[in-house]
């Protein structure tokens, strides 16, 4: 076997990758479109191909008065706004009130949250409602069961990759608890039943084609898909329970990443330990933890989004103080690096930091098919606003991270694989195995 190893490194050509295979990294802040004493900006999704950018800005105006306007930005490939941010408007003219939550693959549909005015005596009504936007118009997704102009509510928090599914929650038309849904413009709301035993049910995101639905009832993680129905997805090992909550999920629906109780993060501040959430990451039928990032407080980490391969995760974790005073910062994950600080990788060909340095990235909420563009949101003293970041992209093949193909990439992965480190784990299932050295010569063959 060592001999059969040996020939076929010795066979192989030394393969050195341009910087641009890995990417470039560069960081972009987002302005805000709107003008008033507290401005600010978040971003909450990225489309799959990068380009398109979708969130939300807000401000106070002179009166007090809280106003949200939901925006579509698109970005070049060098990380320069190409366009907007412009506003996606509002459900009811006027009422400048809306939350851009997900978008499609190519950015052209983008659902989220807005304000509609439901007349009513002696005054009309706003009620929040799930809304399509698509070729410059906004549409409410109305309510489940319910009749234009009723009170429900609903809510819209993704979009599958082809554009052709919205996830959210609704309200039923027995006016009880919100139900999670899938919607299509052909065919409307198809509600999921909740796990058994639980209430209010959120559909968070869907796999590319809209098949696999993952989300929280109650409080509890689920995965939903039409030959299973509602299933609830195991607690990480040594864990009490699977409370928390479901957020992100791979291309292809068989991997699924968010928060969950945390068999040994607990917060003590109150004088009694509370146990916190750890980011983790479902697959092959396992739950499996992401830890978090080092902490002088108590620890919690989260993972909101993933890439279309399942290898790079992005989420937030708690660095400092506890579950009311602490502060978190955004982390990427992959199965070699481990989770890190996302800033770390947003560094110059010389390794030099491109974030400047009274800026935290404090969460990270969305992520490219690829893997190389992460949204999320920053602070800057009093400031708070959403960024878009590239990394280099993560190659499976460049096992000693030096952004060449080689040689050394092979007798460091084997030695790492022999030692039985994390680090080898090529597939990032979580198991070490020959799948795994099968796998990341693939990728080194590849060149990446």
């Not at 009422?95 to 939550?101: G, H, M, V, W």
């Not at 952004?403 to 080898?424: G, H, Q």
Request: glycine share 14%; net charge negative.
């Amino acid at each position: 076997m060592r001999g059969a190893r040996s020939s076929v490194i010795g066979s192989c050509v030394v393969l050195a990758l341009a910087g641009s295979a890995w990417g470039q990294a560069w960081y972009l802040p987002i302005p805000s479109l709107l003008t008033g004493t507290a401005d600010r900006t978040n971003a909450s999704a990225i489309s799959r191909d990068g380009a398109t950018v979708v969130g939300a800005s807000d401000s106070v105006n002179s009166v007090g008065a809280a106003l949200e306007d939901g925006y579509v930005l698109t970005i070049t490939p060098t990380g320069s706004i190409a366009s907007g941010p412009t506003s996606v408007g509002a459900i009811s003219p006027g009422n400048f009130k809306s939350d851009c939550r997900g978008v499609s693959g190519d950015g052209s549909v983008i659902a989220g949250i807005s304000r509609e005015v439901i007349p009513a005596s002696p005054t009309p009504q706003n009620r929040d409602r799930a809304f399509r936007w698509f070729g410059g118009s906004i549409a409410s997704l109305g309510v489940a069961g319910q009749p234009a102009g009723t009170f429900g509510t609903s809510f819209a928090y993704g979009v599958s990759a082809d554009g052709n599914w919205i996830v959210g929650s609704t309200g039923t038309n027995s006016g009880g608890a919100g139900r999670a849904f899938r919607w299509s413009q052909a065919g409307g709301f198809e509600t999921f039943a909740p796990l058994p035993g639980t209430g209010a049910s959120f559909a968070r995101a869907a796999s590319g084609d809209g098949s696999v639905v993952i989300g929280d009832s109650a409080g509890l993680c689920f995965r939903w898909t039409q030959a299973t129905g509602t299933v609830a997805i195991p607690a990480i090992a040594g864990a009490g329970d699977n409370f928390g909550i479901a957020l992100g999920v791979s291309f292809d629906g068989s991997i699924t990443v968010g928060a969950m109780t945390s068999p040994t993060f607990v917060d003590s501040s109150l004088g009694f330990p509370i146990p916190q959430a750890e980011a983790f990451r479902f697959v092959g039928g396992v739950t499996r933890r992401l830890g978090g990032l080092p902490s002088s407080g108590s620890q919690a980490s989260t993972a909101a989004a993933i890439s279309d391969n399942g290898l790079v995760i992005v989420g937030e974790s708690r660095t400092s103080g506890d579950l009311i005073t602490g502060l978190t910062e955004a982390f990427v994950w992959t199965p070699r690096w481990g989770m890190v600080p996302l800033a770390s990788r947003v560094v110059d060909a010389a390794g030099n930091p491109l974030i400047p340095g009274s800026v935290r990235l404090s969460e990270a909420m969305g992520i490219s098919g690829d893997g190389t563009r992460v949204v999320g949101n920053a602070v800057d003293g009093s400031a708070i606003f959403g960024y878009v970041v590239q990394i280099p992209r993560y190659c499976v093949g460049d096992h000693n991270d030096d952004r060449a193909i080689t040689p050394s990439d092979i007798f460091d992965f084997l030695n790492d694989w022999f030692a039985n480190l994390a680090r080898a784990d090529a597939d990032g299932n979580g198991v070490l195995a020959a799948a795994d050295i099968f796998d990341f010569l693939n990728a080194w063959f590849a060149n990446c």
